[in-house]
């Protein structure tokens, strides 16, 4: 099982890519993590934010690998502690499947990505950069994996 994480947004900051680099390393063994940038809708004076947003959606859309399980990262969907999150890896690698975890632009994600996910993942109720979503994300599944794994990385 492999899984991409696709992201709105372009040139993360040094210390995100580094960080997210990190945990994309750890989790080689476990589950292969490849991030994939989608390039954000345009902004600004006299421009629509729901048509950049469409845009992203439609360019998200486009970057999903063939018959994935896909996760949209949202406010709205449900939080798992690092023990549940662990719990749902465990069941994604049941299903066969490889994942998609997506990350929408600054207004979220477009109305037919949500249609499209199998399921939505919030972080909780904190907003969060959007580039820092994505070394969250990376960080939490490394966590999981290494749970699974009996890894004493994860203390609690």
């Known amino acids: 099982m492999k899984a991409k994480l696709i992201a709105v947004g372009e040139r993360a900051p040094r ?3 580094e960080g997210f680099a990190e945990y994309q390393k750890r989790l080689s063994h476990w589950l292969p ?3 994939v940038e ?5 902004r600004g004076k006299g421009r629509d934010p729901a048509r950049a947003m469409q845009e992203e959606g439609a360019r998200v859309l486009t ?10 990262l949202d406010g709205r969907g449900k ?4 023990e549940q999150l662990a719990q749902r890896l465990e069941h994604w690698r049941g299903q066969g499947r490889d994942l998609a975890f997506l990350i ?8 037919e990505v949500l249609a499209r ?3 939505s993942w919030s972080l909780g109720p904190l907003t969060l950069p959007h580039m820092l979503v994505r070394l969250v994300a990376a960080e939490q599944l490394y966590r999981a994996a290494a749970l699974l794994a009996n890894h004493p990385y994860h203390r609690a």
């Open 15 to 17: 210390w995100v890519a």
């Open 33 to 35: 993590l490849e991030l």
């Open 38 to 42: 989608v390039e954000p809708g345009l």
């Open 63 to 72: 970057a999903l690998p063939k018959l994935p399980h896909v996760i949209a």
């Open 79 to 82: 939080t798992w502690s690092s």
């Open 104 to 111: 929408g632009g600054p207004e979220g994600h477009a109305q």
């Open 117 to 119: 996910a199998d399921e």
